[in-house]
């Protein structure tokens, strides 16, 4: 099914070929960088159910600034 990129939905998903550890170090220093609609569904993403308890302890392990490290855990709130 052909969708819009900024189309969003419960049907709707992503699968990725990663560690969760990985997506951080991958997105680095962006997250800093992101704003209007971008920062809105990163911020939709990090608030779903159950991501905050992967995320939160591949963050403790992943190589990244510490600005950005804060920034993914307020995110994770």
Do not use: N, Q, Y
């Not at 608030?47 to 994770?76: F, N, Q, S, T, Y």
Request: aromatic fraction near 6%; charge should be positive; proline fraction near 6%.
């Amino acid at each position: 099914e052909m969708r819009a990129p900024s189309d969003f939905g419960d049907r709707l998903g992503v699968r990725l070929a990663t560690s969760p550890r990985e997506l951080i170090e991958r997105l680095g220093v962006e997250v800093l960088t992101l704003a209007g609609e971008d920062r809105e569904l990163w911020l939709r993403f990090c608030r779903k159910a159950g991501h905050a308890a992967v995320l939160l302890p591949a963050l403790a392990d992943a190589r990244v600034p510490p600005a950005v490290r804060m920034r993914w855990r307020e995110a994770l709130r």
